[in-house]
């Protein structure tokens, strides 16, 4: 009977299991270098990403920068014209006013009817008060509603005060005529405006 054969196993699984073993280890090795280069790919992303951010963020800035002096600038140039606008608006002013007191009397002649006596004359920018006597209250009425229709310059005329009055006979009068010369009349004010020269060429 011949003796059995014995064959020693371990060395060979020893060798298996370290050959396991260092494939293991160099899968993690593999996995841990590939994690650390994509940690540094994603860091790298991340840097270039935020410089570029950071460039457009300057480019937007300087944009912001010129863009608030181009608006100083307007805003300036809309000051200067405004300015020259109210200057330019002033001399129209000083020259329309110089020729206004000559325009009123004219005006006023022109529109006071028959029996209608201006005694007084006041102005204050653009209103006007008047004073007269009248032979009539309708003679105070016609005159109001003529200033009122038919006038391109005077506006909203308003009656202050009527009331009938006697005119002393003229000085030099003899005692017996002097009754006879004296007479009654209606002694009237009134409020007009002068119309703004913008309006009073549309009428």
Same mark, same amino acid.
């Given at each position: 009977?011949?003796p ?9 699984r ?5 050959q396991?073993?260092r ?13 650390v ?13 935020i ?11 300087g ?9 100083a ?6 000051e ?5 606008r ?5 001399? !129209? ?6 020729t ?6 004219? !005006? ?8 209608v006596l201006?005694?007084?004359?006041r ?10 006597h ?7 009425? !016609?005159?109001?509603?003529?200033l ?13 005060e009527i009331?009938?009055?006697v ?5 030099g ?18 409020n ?12």
């Open positions: 009977m011949q059995p054969i014995l064959i020693n196993l371990l060395p060979h020893e060798a298996r299991r370290e396991r073993k494939g293991f280890l160099g899968v993690l090795a593999g996995v841990a270098v590939a994690g280069a994509a940690v540094f790919a994603g860091g790298l992303a991340i840097d270039q990403a410089e570029q951010q950071a460039r457009r963020n300057q480019f937007i800035k944009e912001n920068t010129k863009l608030d002096a181009q608006i600038e307007i805003r300036a140039l809309r200067e014209i405004a300015a020259l109210a200057r330019q608006q002033a001399v !129209e002013n000083l020259q329309s006013d110089r206004l007191p000559v325009r009123l009397f004219d !005006e006023l002649s022109r529109l006071t009817p028959e029996g201006l005694r007084q004359l102005q204050d920018e653009r209103k006007v008060s008047l004073a007269g009248a032979q009539s209250n309708d003679r105070v009425a !016609e005159f109001l509603r003529i009122s229709e038919k006038s391109p310059w005077l506006e909203r005329p308003e009656l202050g009331k009938e009055v005119l002393p006979a003229p000085p009068t003899r005692d017996k005529d002097r009754e006879r010369e004296s007479r009654k009349v209606y002694e009237f004010s009134l007009l405006l002068i119309r703004r020269s913008d309006t009073a060429g549309g009428r």
